[in-house]
């Protein structure tokens, strides 16, 4: 019964210390590829570090093979590279987190410095002497040091960290000022003793070792896992949002979706894995047969089930925006993208020659002046001749041909008008090759050209239409970018003082039309000499070098955002990555005109006043950032001299 006991403990043991692996390793590229600029997001990354580390030798420690403390000896020194780091990063990451609140402290910053030195030293004694921990015990189900003369020194320094850490976070609390900023910073504060809890388990066993029997080890460490798996993903939840301009919505829908898709199937795959050498006893198959067929069937179901859970999972998370949400899942499925159309074309053109028993067609749609081709079957050298030879504006316009009830008879083709609903403009006309002199189609195949005529009318009309709310939706991008960033930046005691007004002023739409009008006087012009751009902070701290001159600061300062969007490498005037860069340096920096830049990028006309609207929202919101990184960084260093003076 006792092995049995020992058995299930130590296999739910290896089973969620792998989980911890996965979640906390997991976790740590999410925020990573997500925000680890952002100093909060660092310093927790390196906490799931130095987490994951611990755990790691604690899932070699079970694999170990020989039945002595000598074979141990190797692993439990690899996971003490976790616990003496865990106390530094608790540190680091409180700073961090009180950082961000706007409340900075050189003494702080050093303290965080010389709790890493610390923390490599105890380290360094851990791994050539016996002076913080020594020979200890070995089971085969747990293994671990016994305390050294300088252990106790070690668990001063962890738990006064450790409780300067809780003193922060519950600091970093109490200058938020909204709502939702408090509310994640609590359950910061709740999940921040998770790396503690589980670290604490190794901490008192290697104290009284002669006490602990493995099954109260075991058990032991088992409770501290599960919660330690729980508490990371809590801290993982409230950091994401760190540095974050995305909406919440976004920013949670993404991780949850992460947490499911990867480490949840991952763990159930390894349980599974794991279980596999306790069951295979009862088929009489070999353990690779059961574990392939597990690990197939495991992934296989857990992704089919979160896949059909998904619209489920989503209205639990965002049940106040559902409604609104299940309208834009609506429009994502239904929207035509241009391959959509083209498709919906041909399969309309397609129908419409069978049903002629014609092989040869076309749709085209009026584009800046001329026809674009949509789709074509059949002979494409007869169709284009057809092209170049018909006045197709004329044509529909009733001149040049002779109309048969609803389509145009012209050099061997039946030409159809595809018009909008509203039966005024023509959007576009659909021909096919005629099958006779005269059109000749019986009543039947009236009806059926009328209906594909009117499918072929609706898909044009819809894509103008998406063409529209697009254009529409370039032109508010950087106002709804605005507004998210405004949203997204979260408020705390002290700062609204120090706040100067020019950062509010970025965040509001008219900062975008001034940078445009900048742009467009960028050489010269009262747009430019009179731009409310002159009084940002990095123009107005860049005077002394150009002879206090703010119009040529301003130009310099517009010139650097646009230095800071050309990519790496050679340049390249047909790269999709050059293109933002491309426009503005010949727009902006040598002045050409639209034609020119259009010729030379081989762009039309219309994109290329798309892609410059892009381009300078891109200017704009870079010139945004480093006003906002100079205000910041004004604030700081007003901030550490008032530190220092206090001090």
């Known amino acids: ?18 989980a911890i692996i996965i979640v906390a390793f997991s976790l740590f590229l999410y925020l990573a590829a997500n925000n680890f600029r952002h100093p909060v997001a660092r310093s927790f990354s390196a906490l799931l570090a130095f987490l994951t580390i611990i755990y790691i030798g604690d899932v070699f420690l079970q694999r170990v093979d020989g039945g002595s403390f000598a074979d141990a000896v190797i692993w439990l020194k690899f996971k003490w590279i976790g616990i003496a780091f865990i106390p530094a990063t608790y540190m680091h990451f409180s700073d961090a987190l ?37 020979n200890g015990f070995f089971y085969q189900q747990a293994a671990q040091f016994a305390a050294g003369p300088l252990f106790p020194l070690f668990g001063i320094f962890f738990f006064a960290l450790t409780a300067w850490g809780v003193y922060n976070i519950r600091k970093a ?64 939840y409230t950091v994401a949002y760190q540095g974050a301009f995305m909406p919440d919505r976004v920013v949670k829908h993404n991780l949850v979706h992460y947490l499911l898709r990867g480490p949840l199937v991952a763990t159930a795959v390894v349980g599974l894995m794991l279980s596999v050498p306790t069951v295979e006893q009862w088929f009489g198959l070999t353990r690779e047969t059961i574990l392939f067929a597990t690990v197939i069937a495991a992934i296989v179901v857990l992704e089919l089930a979160i896949n059909l859970g998904k619209p489920w999972i989503d209205k639990i998370i965002f049940w106040g925006d559902r409604d609104e949400l299940e309208r834009i899942q609506e429009i994502d499925a239904r929207l035509l993208t241009t391959s959509d159309l083209r498709q919906l074309l041909e399969n309309v053109l397609s129908a419409t020659c ?10 085209v749609a009026p584009e800046n002046g001329d026809w674009r081709i949509e789709t074509l079957v059949g002979s494409r050298e007869n169709v284009r001749h057809f092209l ?17 009830d609803g389509f145009i008879v ?52 819809d894509r103008q239409l998406q063409q529209g709310v697009f254009n529409v939706l370039e032109e508010i991008t950087s106002e709804i970018e605005l507004l998210q960033r405004a949203r997204g930046k979260p408020r705390f005691v002290g700062a609204t003082a120090e706040e100067r007004v020019e950062e509010e002023a970025v965040q509001s739409p008219d900062f975008h039309r001034a940078v445009k009008d900048a742009i467009d006087h960028y050489w010269g012009g009262p747009k430019l000499a009179d731009s409310p751009l002159l009084q940002l902070k990095i123009v107005q701290d860049s005077l002394d070098e150009y002879a206090g001159n703010p119009t040529r600061a301003l130009r ?83 901030d550490e001299r008032d530190s220092a003076g206090v001090s």
Not at 98 to 122: D, H, I, K, M, P
Not at 188 to 204: K, R, S
Not at 205 to 217: D, H, M, R
Request: glycine fraction near 6%; aromatic fraction near 8%.
């Open 173 to 236: 609390r109490n200058r938020c000022l909204t709502s939702t900023t408090r509310r994640r910073m609590t359950y910061l504060a709740f999940a921040f003793l998770a790396p503690a809890f589980g670290v604490f388990p190794y901490l008192i066993i290697a104290s009284f070792p002669a006490e602990f029997s493995p099954p109260l080890v075991l058990l032991l460490n088992l409770v501290a896992k599960a919660g330690v798996g729980l508490m990371i993903t809590v801290m993982a």
């Open 410 to 461: 012209r050099d061997g083709f039946w030409v159809w008008q595809l018009r909008a609903r509203s039966r005024e403009a023509v959007i576009g006309v659909m021909g096919v090759a005629a099958r006779a002199s005269a059109p000749d189609l019986s009543e039947h195949e009236e009806e059926l050209v009328a209906a594909l005529t009117a499918q072929a009318e609706l898909a044009l009309e």
């Open 98 to 134: 009180l950082r961000s609140t706007n409340a900075y402290s050189r003494r702080r910053r050093a303290a965080v410095a010389l709790s890493y030195v610390a923390s490599g030293t105890f380290l360094v004694l851990v791994a050539l002497t016996d002076l913080v921990v020594r």
């Open 354 to 363: 069978d049903l002629l028993r014609v092989q040869t067609g076309f749709v």
């Open 1 to 18: 019964m006792l092995n049995l006991l020992l058995s299930a403990l130590a296999l739910g043991n290896m089973i969620l210390s792998s």
């Open 556 to 638: 310099a300062q517009i010139a650097r955002a646009i230095e800071s969007m050309k990519p790496d490498g050679k340049r390249s005037f047909t790269a999709p990555e050059w293109l933002l860069y491309n426009i503005l340096e010949l727009k902006v920096i040598q002045g050409k005109k639209v034609r020119e830049i259009a010729y030379q990028l081989a762009l039309s006309e219309s994109d290329l006043y798309r892609k410059q609207r892009v381009a300078i929202q891109q200017v704009a919101k870079t010139l945004a950032t480093m006003e906002e990184q100079t205000a910041q960084g004004a604030a700081k260093d007003a």
């Open 388 to 404: 170049e030879a018909t006045n197709l504006s004329e044509l529909v316009s009733g001149g040049n041909g002779a109309a048969h």
